[in-house]
């Protein structure tokens, strides 16, 4: 424990504000001023300083998403969450729920939230603060925080439970997916997707993307082993774990081009999630960069790949 409380809930703090924004540079720029605000704060007037800060970055992080509701309805193309690089398995002091929030899929579900009520729901579900710490934070009753969550919860319905990654198969799916794409195997492409796989594109207006979501198993699969016969300027992959699932960074040249993760289920891949927006994707640049992170070459992978399937179908 640190003389500055403030310090043993910024960890807290900024992942209740990258839960709420989808956006973790904007999350910073919450935390920095939640801080601000700490620090003009008489001490004696503060009963708990996890409710306080709770209170602050909660408040800072509606109001953000309310100013950007018209922003968001005028993007181009689908919106996904700047991605970010975590462990796909969760530390000693995180549970199932707070690693597995953190997925693109979830994050995604949430939009389909009222500010208020994604407020609520991950302060109760995720970060399972009790309802009267929600009813201080939102500034409602205990009742009305307790309907919120409820009507979020069945809001939300099936849809919640399709963000659980199954991490022992995780990695093996992930390499096989990469395989299949590069040879262009539809076969065992199609056999790694679930039948209501999806892929969702995020380029922005900035870079070259689908501008609408590509819905079921042998579009998604189609699609993606085009996108990579097309994608020969791709130079370099770095597998990483994206937002706690499997994935890839693609690389052009010093470049990052493109992010992917996938969503995997028990059944398969049921979500493909591609961030290219360039604004989106700064701060994996600088991480990979600071961890000397290095791609695999991508010549290698589309050799091998084609080598592979070759061999395969000449064994069937």
Not at 106 to 113: A, G, N, Q, T, W
């Amino acid at each position: 424990m640190s003389s500055d409380p403030f310090l043993d809930l910024r960890s807290l703090l900024l992942s209740i504000s990258y839960r709420m924004l989808g956006s973790m540079s904007e999350a910073e720029d919450v935390v920095q001023e939640a801080y601000v605000r700490w620090r003009g704060a008489p001490r004696e007037a503060v009963e708990s300083p996890r409710s306080y800060l709770g209170t602050i970055v909660t408040r800072l992080c509606i109001d953000r998403l309310r100013a950007a509701k018209e922003v968001r309805e005028t993007y181009v193309g689908p919106w996904l969450p700047e991605p970010i690089l975590s462990d796909v398995e969760p530390g000693p002091e995180e549970t199932i729920e707070l690693a597995d929030s953190l997925s693109i899929a979830f994050l995604v579900l949430l939009e389909s939230l009222s500010p208020l009520e994604r407020a609520v729901f991950l302060l109760r579900r995720v970060f399972e603060f009790d309802y009267a710490e929600i009813a201080e934070v939102v500034g409602r009753s205990e009742a009305s925080c307790r309907q919120l969550v409820s009507r979020a919860a069945r809001h939300l319905g099936e849809g919640a439970s399709r963000f659980r990654i199954d991490r022992a198969r995780g990695g093996e799916l992930a390499s096989r997916f990469l395989a299949a794409c590069a040879s262009g195997d539809l076969a065992d492409l199609l056999s790694l997707l679930t039948d209501d796989a999806v892929v969702i594109v995020d380029g922005g207006g900035k870079a070259r993307a689908a501008r609408q979501p590509i819905v079921g198993r042998t579009n998604a699969a189609t699609y993606m082993i085009g996108i990579s016969k097309m994608a020969t300027y791709i130079t370099g992959i770095v597998p990483a774990a994206i937002n706690g699932q499997p994935g890839f960074v693609f690389l052009e040249g010093e470049r990052i081009d493109s992010v992917l993760a996938l969503d995997i289920a028990s059944e398969g891949i049921c979500d493909i999630h591609i961030v290219a927006n360039p604004d989106k994707l700064e701060r994996i640049a600088r991480e990979l960069e600071d961890a000397g992170r290095a791609g695999i070459l991508a010549s290698d992978i589309r050799e091998n790949s084609t080598s592979t399937a070759d061999g395969r179908r000449k064994g069937a």
